[in-house]
């Protein structure tokens, strides 16, 4: 199983960029993917996530802004991220779990390698 995720990058306040998790090696459509972000001297922490029948959630610092979507024929997972902040500047991961979302890091199976985002003027 494998998880890669890409699209992260520099970007002022208030841009965007959508990251993309690219999942090969399991039953992409079974699982539930998770997006976790790591800042400088900060734990781990849930972003979003969306299960396998597509149900999402949000952490409430990035609710209204953040989008998750999933594409099972592409076997990849989306977050569109929108009015970017300072404060979202991290390492974002995806993660892979059984069916439902979990805001609990420990309870998936498997985590990409990380995409830095750094949002700053």
């Known amino acids: 199983l494998q998880l890669v995720e890409s699209g992260g990058g520099l970007v002022q306040p208030g841009g965007s960029l959508r990251l993309s998790c690219a999942a090969s090696?399991?039953?992409?459509?079974?699982?539930?993917i998770g997006w976790f972000r790591q800042a400088p001297g900060k734990e781990r922490e849930g972003v979003s996530c969306i299960s396998s029948s597509s149900i999402t959630e949000y952490a409430d610092s990035v609710k209204g802004r953040f989008t998750i979507s999933r594409d099972n024929a592409k076997n990849t997972v989306y977050l569109q991220m929108n009015n970017l902040k300072p404060e979202d500047t991290a390492i974002y991961y995806c993660a892979a779990r059984d069916l439902a979302c979990s805001w609990n890091g420990p309870f998936y199976d498997d985590w990409g390698q990380g995409t830095q985002v750094t949002v700053s003027s």
């Open positions: 090696g399991f039953t992409f459509y079974y699982y539930a």
